[in-house]
């Protein structure tokens, strides 16, 4: 148990561990505004951290955010780094650049907020070792990208922490108990029986798997991962789920049905403030309460209490999805 709950701030959990901020290479995904992720930076800057970089689409969206990073902590170099996890070519792009920023500093701490959240179905091309394969939208841009840029990053990250190992935080959602991979079909019979929801469970999924095997083969090296559902915050990434008549609705229903299914009652995440939602992001990236339960799955500021399902942390389907992703991203990565 760590002292952090529901109703933790990320603002206390970085006062708490001020020092495993100050003077860290830090690197957030997904910081765009109204955001967990870009709450996470800010929040991350009351520690003063020596570099932080900001990996988005649009740099325009992020001024405000780098300014306020910036008043906060005027010691801290801010960097964007373009990404686009749904294009691999943005991908490694994006690597290469941040490699050039940390140079042989490392990164101590990845948190990894990007996402896109039950969108309509979309088929992304330039996957595969030819480039000419193409990837269901979802599982493209919450997982696969992120396995992509996390893999080519593992070096700089083993550095972190002056070569004891950095944190790698990966954002899932408790929607992964709608539904695991599907390995033999990721891309619903080109889209034939495409679900939003089935969709966005299946990329959630994939991304404990990850973490799963991230602690299983380089936890020995010194990384820790975790996953981490933030809660049911308003934010940007729920924009597609609102503008759609009863999405949200089935969504509510198969979150229903899930927990059931494991023999127990449903009950509706109360709403957190982004505050509240970014809290268990920050404990995943500094609480050193954790680090006993390397690739652990959390959930309100501390280790769930009702895990994933098996299907969602078996070393098979760990193992059958790292050969599945190396396949789609055209490379090997053996640690």
């Known amino acids: 148990m760590t002292r952090w709950n529901f109703s933790s701030t990320g603002a206390e959990v970085v006062e708490a561990f001020k020092e495993r901020v100050e003077g860290k290479t830090i690197l957030v995904t997904g910081p765009s505004p109204n955001s967990i992720g870009a ?23 992020l001024v405000p955010l780098i300014t306020s990073i910036h008043s906060i902590s005027p010691s801290t170099a801010v960097h964007f780094v373009p990404l686009d996890l749904s294009n691999q070519k943005s991908v490694r792009k994006c690597v ?68 004891k190992g950095g944190r790698v935080v ?14 033999e079909d990721i891309n619903f019979k080109d889209g034939k029986e495409y679900n939003e929801w089935e969709a966005y469970a299946q990329s959630k999924t994939a991304l404990i798997l990850f973490v799963h095997s991230l602690a299983r083969l380089l936890g020995p090296k010194g990384l820790y991962a975790f996953s981490l559902h933030p809660g ?14 009863g999405l949200l609705e089935e969504g509510l229903a198969r979150a229903k049905a899930a927990e059931e299914k494991e023999g127990r009652e449903y009950q509706r995440d109360p709403l957190k403030t982004l505050q509240q939602g970014c809290a268990t992001s920050l404990v995943a990236a500094l609480d050193p309460e954790i680090e006993g339960k390397n690739g652990s799955y959390l959930v309100d500021g501390d280790i769930a209490k009702f895990g994933p399902p098996e299907w969602a942390e078996s ?21």
């Open 39 to 61: 709450e996470t930076a800010v929040t991350l800057a009351s520690g003063r951290p020596s570099i932080m970089i900001l990996a988005g689409r649009s740099k325009a969206k």
């Open 96 to 163: 290469e650049e941040v490699k050039g920023i940390v140079k042989d500093r490392g990164i101590d701490i990845l948190v990894h907020s990007a996402g896109i959240m039950v969108t309509p179905y979309e088929k992304i091309p330039g996957w595969g070792k030819d480039g000419k394969g193409e990837v269901e939208g979802q599982f493209a841009t919450n997982y696969l990208g992120s396995f992509l840029l996390v893999n080519l990053l593992i070096p700089e990250i083993l550095k972190g922490y002056e070569g």
């Open 170 to 183: 990966l954002l899932s959602s408790s929607a992964h108990r709608m539904g695991g991979v599907r390995f």
């Open 232 to 245: 049911s915050i308003k934010s940007n990434l729920q924009t597609n789920m609102f503008a759609t008549t």
């Open 315 to 335: 070393v098979e389907n760990q193992e059958r999805l790292w050969g599945l992703s190396e396949e789609l991203v055209g490379e090997g990565f053996v640690w």
